[in-house]
């Protein structure tokens, strides 16, 4: 079992940053491969943001966040986090961490389990 908490959301200006964090507690997390994920509102599924891999040699992005976002971890601390910098208005949405089941960098959300109760982020343009 893993839980997993984000925070850091907030009401931001288009342009600014914020950083989320995401603070795990059970399974080793420093063996886990993680995920970052949003929720726009009136949108049913849930977009794949970013991914590390358990060392954080590896991570992936969406090409909507791409050069604009930063995945990164300390595995000291149990905690992942986004960087998110130059932020849109398209960006406002609940983020959600959560494990990537097979730590092969996965997009879909599908293949992520034990999720995150999400942190709201809304930037006004």
């Known amino acids: 079992q893993v839980q997993l908490a984000e925070s850091g959301g907030g009401l931001v200006q288009a342009g600014a940053s914020l950083r989320l964090s995401c603070a795990a507690s059970?399974?080793?997390?420093?063996?886990?491969?993680m995920g970052w994920f949003r929720q726009a509102p009136g949108k049913k599924k849930r977009e794949f943001v970013a991914?590390?891999?358990?060392?954080?040699?590896?991570?992936y992005y969406a090409d909507s966040v791409k050069g604009r976002f930063t995945i990164s971890r300390d595995n000291a601390r149990n905690t992942v986090y986004l960087q998110m910098s130059s932020l849109k208005a398209e960006d406002t949405a609940v983020y959600y961490c959560?494990?990537?089941?097979?730590?092969?960098?996965?997009?879909?959300?599908?293949?992520?389990?034990?999720w995150g109760q999400g942190t709201q982020v809304t930037v006004s343009s």
């Open positions: 991914n590390i891999n358990w060392n954080g040699g590896d991570t």
């Open positions: 059970g399974r080793t997390f420093s063996r886990l491969g």
């Open positions: 959560a494990v990537d089941r097979y730590g092969l960098g996965a997009k879909g959300d599908t293949d992520y389990d034990y």
